[in-house]
């Protein structure tokens, strides 16, 4: 069925009930931009040598659309009668190369080449047919496209207009988008009227005529940009994206002209634009006489005769009707009630009802560790307290009341942006939990905010993020907010606060450099456990020899993947565990196999059970240690598999400075099958101690292939990864190193296999496939204790070597194999003993060191460090009363969680 046959813009303008008479104007003036902050800007762009170029900037953005005529800006809006598409194509390619162009990577300019898109790969321009002069014959009494009315012979290649020449169609889109005779379709028109007319052409316009209106006082640009605003909301009622849009060539969700989330965001933006230009519309006689002329000609309902026509049609039919439709704005928490707040304000509504808005959602957008427990920790996560900070700051700027009340309200707030700077690990690398990154790629960036200079972008007088961090630091005296704006400044005051709005500059940046010199420009991170969120970790070293162990133990929450137990390592600079990142959605769509595949357990760094994805559920921490050399995480989450046992400790052990281990123990039960998937950097792998032979896949939908087992392995053979610095990340002539992976699981096939990786994130193109250790049991009613040891190391080779040891009770009789000990020997002839009793099954345990002596412990955790001569160098007992080495004893008199001793 052609579009125009199942939406009639007249219906469409019917079912919106706005009753525009009867709505009552509460807005007398601007809420977010009073003159006081207009005057201040005024001051710093005269005065400021900085701000002085911002003033140009903005002017100069705004030129294209000062420079058009009231008619053509009034045409720049289109109504809900073509289809629009978020993608021309989500894994496409080049209809002129055959190249890749998948997701977001077409090039639009609707400035500069409008109705048009580019190939990346070949520079040509699509569609290859004059739209708008096909667009333009469809255009109805109402100014709006009617399909049925349109000339169809305006759709050929204007490149080859004979009909006789094989080209002459090609390239043609008459809305619905290009197919050639493979049956291939690109949405070029579609996808142009969403990145193009109307996020460039439309609200590009809105923005930099706002900001230049605000900036120059000029009333030329508060009558273009009024004139923008009143057409949208014409239309705006109209779109829903819902039945009218596409996404991932199939049906679109809720949403405006855009989809759901950018449908917010785009919402708010045109409230804050509006209310930047209020206040010339009292005096806009020209533009009311346009819009009154424009409204005669087109048959629109409302006359346009003067301001008070003119505010309700865009308070009713944009604000209004966000907030009678918050489907349509429904997005990631708290996005859409910052949307609703700011309208709120924006519509001058009583501070009751803003505050009704904003108590419960500073509630749940601080609940879990200060943060929504939405996953992806850098990319959702990080973006609902983006957006809140920049609500925080767009508020506090005509309100310095503001911020004070809102900490007063919720004190949770020094969480919030807390939580990023407490996860950011190696000034490098975060924990990618969920969707978020890509494989084993850095994030060096604070991103609990988005610090934007002022005088870029669509939205260019947007207020400093860097003030809000200072302001959050004098409010609670949180030295590493102070230190973070530093860092994210470039390790300098210069320029700072970058505050438009702000006064002072100088005596800021003192403030700032007092503050440094007094406790230095880094944050001493230490080991953390964010228990609501579910994520630990270990950290130790300093400057280059920094490490940070981490564990995810969920696998719930939005955005999240079926990943409870992630296990992940940041060492010598690299990534040494990575995450796969965020979906590569752009290899056929959320629900290809492709696109499933990163949010499968047998995509990370744990246990499969059965072939099958875990359960949603949470996990809880069972040991927590924090004293180096001896620091631990045990969490379990019977929850995640099917209320049978999994449970992963991971231990972080120093010898010195450069050198560490981690231990890692995986107990499972339940099913027939366990299965432990280990991968790491780039690079190449090989192993020793086993002898593969081709296996079946694994199967089960994954992305898995080239499965290689021994299924005689025997505890003690390893997989060494010599690494690929393929980012450029490390110091030129730097080596990049390797580490070795020792298993010494009981019972267990071992192996390889290799993982199919997009490459670059969710709009990449290339693709890889790396290689992974497999460690494989099987049996009916199974229990399986992983038990492995990791050695990042700078060179090629190990310097540790490592032996499991046999454990028994106190009278001699041997214990299972869920109970651990081992023997770690390193390089200058000390070695470690480590104990690792069950948790469930606690005890004395007994073990003979390489050196026959016995060690005695009834420790959950225990950890002795001996010299060649077997003389005491360390000993640490966790949960437990002693541990005993001949005449050595370390006793636990006070029952504390734990003890240490340390001997020269």
């Known amino acids: ?57 903005v002017v100069q953005a705004a030129a294209p659309w000062r420079d058009m005529d009231d008619e053509a800006l009034w045409q720049l809006m289109f109504g809900a009668t073509l289809p629009r598409a978020w993608m021309v194509w989500s894994d496409g390619h080049s209809p002129v190369t055959g190249e890749p162009v998948p997701m977001y990577n077409w090039k639009m300019d609707a400035m500069g080449h409008p109705w048009k898109v580019q190939d990346p790969t070949s520079g040509e321009w699509f569609p290859k ?35 006789k020449d094989p080209l002459h169609q090609f390239g043609v889109d008459d809305g619905h988008g290009y197919i050639n005779e493979k049956g291939e379709q690109w949405r070029f028109i579609a996808a142009y009227l969403i990145y193009g007319q109307w996020k460039q052409a439309v609200l590009g316009g809105i923005g930099k005529l706002s900001a230049a209106y605000v900036a120059t006082g000029d009333p030329v640009y508060a009558h273009k940009a009024l004139l923008l605003l009143d057409r949208v909301a014409d239309l705006y009622p109209t779109f829903d994206f819902q039945p009218q849009g596409i996404m991932y060539e199939g049906p679109g969700t809720a949403g405006y002209v855009s989809t759901w989330h950018d449908a917010c965001e785009e919402t708010r933006e045109m409230a804050l ?60 928490y708290p996005r859409a009630e910052i949307c609703q707040a700011v309208i709120t304000r924006t519509l001058q509504e009583p501070d009751e009802a803003l505050w009704a808005i904003l108590d419960p959602m500073l509630e749940k957008a601080t609940a879990v560790d200060g943060v929504t427990g939405e996953k992806g920790l850098a990319n959702y996560s990080a973006f609902t307290i983006q957006s809140l900070a920049q609500f925080l700051a767009e508020f506090s700027k005509a309100d310095p009341a503001f911020l004070p009340e809102v900490l007063a309200r919720q004190p949770r707030i ?18 990618l939990s969920g969707d978020t990154g890509s494989y084993a790629q850095p994030l060096d960036r604070y991103v609990g905010m ?102 995810d133990y969920d696998s719930h929450g939005a955005h999240s993947h079926r990943d409870g137990m992630n296990l992940g390592l940041f060492a010598h600079g690299l990534d040494l565990l990575p995450e796969m990142g965020y979906p590569a959605v752009q290899f056929g769509g959320w629900q290809s196999p492709k696109g499933r595949w990163y949010g499968r357990t047998a995509a990370h760094n744990t246990v499969v059970v059965d072939g099958q994805d875990q359960s949603s559920g949470a996990g809880e921490t069972t040991l927590w240690l924090t004293e180096a050399p001896l620091q631990g995480i045990r969490a379990r989450g019977a929850n995640m598999n099917r209320d049978q046992r999994y449970e992963r400790t991971a231990l972080l052990i120093d010898v010195d400075e450069t050198r560490f281990y981690v231990i890692d123990v995986f107990r499972v039960a339940g099913g027939q099958r366990h299965t432990k998937f280990v991968q790491s950097h780039f690079g190449t792998l090989w192993t020793e101690g086993i002898s593969t032979t081709s296996a079946p896949d694994f199967g089960h939908e994954t992305q898995i292939r080239h499965m290689a087992l021994d299924p005689e392995a025997q505890p003690g053979w390893r997989g060494t990864w010599a690494f690929n610095d393929l980012y450029g990340l490390l110091p030129e002539n730097a080596p990049a190193g390797g580490m070795t992976y020792t298993d010494l699981t009981m019972g267990a096939q071992g192996g390889t296999s290799e993982a199919w990786i997009a490459m670059g994130g969710y709009d990449g193109t290339e693709s890889r496939w790396i290689p992974r250790l497999v460690i494989d049991r099987a049996g009916e009613a199974l229990t399986s204790t992983f038990v492995s040891v990791y050695e990042p190391h700078a060179g090629s080779e190990a310097t540790f070597s490592v032996t499991r040891l046999s454990l028994s009770d106190q009278d001699g009789a041997p214990l ?70 001949g005449d050595f004893s370390l006793t636990n008199t006070s029952n504390r969680p734990y003890i240490a001793i340390s001997k020269p």
């Open 129 to 163: 047919n004059d739209f708008k002069a096909y667009y333009d014959s469809g255009l109805d009494n109402h100014g709006i496209f009617d399909e049925s009315r349109a000339d169809r012979s305006l759709l050929f290649n204007a490149e080859h207009p004979d009909p």
């Open 816 to 885: 299972s194999d869920n109970h651990v000990a081992l023997a770690i020997k390193h390089a200058g002839g000390e070695y470690d003993i480590v104990v690792l009793r069950d948790p469930d099954q606690m005890g004395v345990s007994r073990v003979q060191t390489p050196h026959r002596t016995t060690l005695q412990t009834d420790g959950d955790v225990s950890l002795l460090r001996l010299g060649s001569d077997d003389a005491v160098r360390f000993a640490g007992l966790a949960g437990g009363s002693e541990l005993r080495l």
């Open 273 to 332: 634009a509006y209310d930047m230009v209020f206040p010339a519309l009292a005096d806009a006689t020209a533009l009311h006489q346009f819009l009154a002329t424009q409204a005669k000609r087109y048959g629109l309902d409302n006359p346009k005769l003067d301001a008070a026509h003119i505010q309700r049609n865009i308070e009713g039919r944009i604000l209004r009707d966000a907030l009678a439709n918050p489907k349509k704005i429904h997005s990631n």
């Open 414 to 431: 020094h969480d919030t942006y807390r939580f990023h700077i407490d996860t950011l690990c190696l000034d490098r690398y975060y924990p």
């Open 450 to 551: 988005n610090f934007l200079q002022p005088g870029g972008g669509a939205w260019p007088l947007t207020p400093s993020t860097y003030g809000l961090l200072w302001s959050l630091y004098e409010a609670t005296g949180d030295v590493a907010f102070a230190q973070t704006l530093y860092r994210e400044n470039g390790h300098k005051v210069d320029g700072l606060p970058y505050d438009l709005f702000g006064t002072e500059p100088a005596a800021f940046q003192k403030r700032l450099t007092s503050v440094i010199e007094e406790h230095g420009a880094a944050v001493p991170l230490k080991s953390i456990n964010k228990t609501d969120w579910n994520l630990a970790i270990l950290r130790s070293g300093s400057g280059a020899n920094r490490r940070a162990l981490w564990l």
């Open 1 to 57: 069925m052609p579009f125009h046959a199942t939406i009639s813009f007249l219906s469409l303008l019917l079912t919106v009930s706005c009753s525009l008479s009867a709505q009552e104007l509460l807005k007398q003036r601007s809420a977010l931009y009073p003159p006081s902050v207009v005057d201040g800007l005024h001051d710093n762009m005269a005065d400021g040598a900085w701000a002085a170029p911002v003033r140009e900037r």
